[in-house]
């Protein structure tokens, strides 16, 4: 690639951040469904936890560009797959989402790892029992091919769900007034 073709190419943010909500809605995902796997995974933890707080966790997880990446990556590989587009043998294996294909959870944990290590408990525990939006995404009589989209879904909640513990520990640690370590300035 020359000069003159590294500078043309430009990022943008926002149309990256809009491509990947309107790659979500075209393939079913609603924000509230994400949501919904949030308070599935928190609300024995916090009680009080409500919707709007986790809608507002999901939402704060899209906005990062590594999340945007693996979005926009996973769901161009299910519409390939669905369109017969890839080459044997891994059209195959995205379409049937095989068994022994683990790229699909790969790609996810590129989204888990975003908010620290709990996700990646959130995230096995929601893969293991499919709750939700998961159970949908993962019924082949459906039709669409989701091979990497429930993974992905399933990280988004997890990693929602990390960023509330996170959070709710912080605020914790202000409600009990913890003293101040030297260097924690």
Not at 57 to 74: D, I, P, S, W, Y
Not at 87 to 92: A, D, G
Request: aromatic share 6%.
């Amino acid at each position: 690639m020359g000069m003159l073709e590294r500078q043309a190419y430009s990022l943008n943010s926002r149309k990256v951040a809009e491509a990947t909500r309107s790659w979500l809605e075209k393939r079913g995902i609603k924000i509230e469904e994400i949501a919904e796997l949030v308070l599935f995974l928190q609300k024995k933890y916090y009680p009080d936890l409500t919707m709007e707080e986790c809608v507002h966790n999901v939402e704060k997880v899209l906005e990062k560009r590594e999340v945007q990446n693996a979005v926009l990556t996973g769901i161009q590989l299910d519409v390939l797959a669905e369109e017969g587009k890839l080459l044997s043998p891994l059209q195959e294996m995205i379409k049937n989402d095989e068994g022994l294909y683990g790229v699909d959870e790969i790609l996810a944990l590129s989204i888990v790892n975003v908010y620290g290590s709990i996700g990646l408990t959130n995230f096995g525990y929601v893969d293991k029992l499919k709750p939700g939006v998961l159970e949908r995404l993962n019924d082949k009589s459906l039709g669409p091919v989701h091979t990497f989209l429930d993974d992905i879904v399933g990280a988004i909640a997890s990693a929602a769900s990390s960023r509330i513990a996170h959070n709710k520990q912080s605020e914790r640690e202000v409600e009990i007034e913890l003293p101040k370590e030297p260097g924690d300035d």
